[in-house]
């Protein structure tokens, strides 16, 4: 089966583009609907590389329209069921384009935070409870080692950083004065629960969730909805379990494949991002796709 061929960009000219993000692409349908298309960019130290990784794109939504469903009677999800494909694009060539990596979605008030949730320490947090025995100010017991579990998984929130420039980790107590006390609690608990539960179910399935980030937004009356991606390797370090072991970074179904290999160039993780080789390109392709299948089975 022929690859399909990669999206860097997509261009919607009936549609208006609202921004294109480090992966997606927005465009405004009407009032109340937005198209995101998730094209093959990548983007590693918050550099959008200048190559796509083929059907990145479509892995990712999929993977997160599966955890959208499998997690309803947790929250309520952005996805519309309104309008088809075929409605907001008639234009059979210009669909194709983004078919399978296009999704409707209800317009929502998107929250100034993204909602980490860690149950390993690695990463940042690693060198974080190395140089203070803390993760984002949260107290651990000492001695954990590198890719340990963590007594309980952990929220660890930031603010929503520009294209280009870095997220900041944030206290609990800013996401209140952020967005208020209810809504700031709602997002911790819910994307814990969010967390706990897709963790059993990888876990099943030989994949550890180690941490993962949520976005929510609000409608006009309040109510909270799961929003962006979910669950996906782009937004979360998945190790196969059994390859994990504590004290080592373990291997990665994620972009950590693509941040180890630009560790051993001379760059200095500055835009421009470096060329990849195609054997880089294709091994990316070929991790994402075996989280799929790992994860959904199809």
Excluded at 169 to 177: E, G, L, M, P, Q
Excluded at 283 to 290: G, T
């Amino acid at each position: 089966m022929n690859a399909p061929a990669a999206l860097y960009e997509s261009h919607l000219p009936h549609l208006k583009l609202l921004g294109r993000g480090k992966v997606r692409d927005m465009y405004e349908i009407d009032d109340q609907h937005l198209l995101i298309v998730t094209t093959d960019r990548m983007s590693a130290f918050d550099v959008i590389m200048p190559d796509p990784i083929p059907g990145k794109g479509q892995v990712l939504t999929r993977v997160s329209n599966f955890w959208f469903h499998k997690m309803q009677d947790v929250i309520d999800n952005h996805l519309s069921t309104d309008l088809t494909l075929a409605e907001v694009i008639p234009d059979a060539e210009l669909r194709q384009q983004v078919e399978g990596r296009a999704i409707i979605v209800k317009r929502l008030q998107p929250l100034p935070v993204e909602a980490i949730v860690r149950g390993y320490l690695i990463g940042s947090g690693w060198k974080d409870y190395q140089a203070t025995g803390k993760v984002c100010g949260i107290e651990l017991p000492a001695g954990l080692q590198q890719a340990q579990q963590l007594p309980e998984p952990i929220y660890t929130p930031s603010s929503k950083a520009e294209v280009g420039t870095h997220d900041e980790n944030i206290t609990y107590a800013d996401t209140v004065a952020l967005m208020g006390e209810t809504i700031a609690a709602q997002v911790r608990d819910v994307s814990i629960k969010l967390y706990s539960t897709a963790a059993e179910y990888a876990r099943q399935r030989g994949i550890i969730i180690a941490d993962t980030k949520f976005e929510f937004g609000l409608d006009q009356q309040g109510k909270l909805y799961l929003i962006d991606e979910a669950l996906t390797p782009d937004s979360s370090r998945f190790w196969p379990v059994e390859q994990y072991q504590v004290g080592i970074s373990p291997p990665s179904f994620d972009k950590q494949y693509l941040r180890d290999y630009l560790e051993t160039l001379d760059w200095n993780k500055t835009a421009p991002g470096p060329k990849l080789p195609d054997n880089v390109s294709q091994q990316c392709s070929a991790k994402y796709r075996e989280a799929e299948l790992k994860l959904t089975g199809e």
